[in-house]
């Protein structure tokens, strides 16, 4: 669905994020990979909150190429 950087705080940001529909149909995201292996793991409850706001991010981009056509 799309690529996406993230700043977590003041001291942490991930570049390359993917945006994808999970193995279950639901939006979920990825860390990077490097050399084949992701860079990165994420507890349950983080991955989720990165997923929410990378899909409203996505709709408000969405949103806002729709009323500039």
């Known amino acids: 669905m799309a ?3 993230i ?3 003041p ?3 991930l570049f390359n994020m993917v945006l994808k529909i999970g193995p279950d149909g639901r939006p979920r995201s990825y860390a990077p990979k490097v050399r ?3 860079a990165a793991s994420f507890h349950p409850d ?3 909150q990165i997923t929410d706001a ?3 991010a996505l709709k408000e981009r969405a949103a806002h190429a729709y009323r500039r056509n």
């Open 46 to 48: 983080l991955a989720q």
């Open 36 to 38: 084949g292996k992701r």
């Open 7 to 9: 700043e977590i705080g």
């Open 54 to 56: 990378a899909e409203a």
């Open 3 to 5: 690529y996406f950087d």
């Open 11 to 13: 001291h942490l940001r």
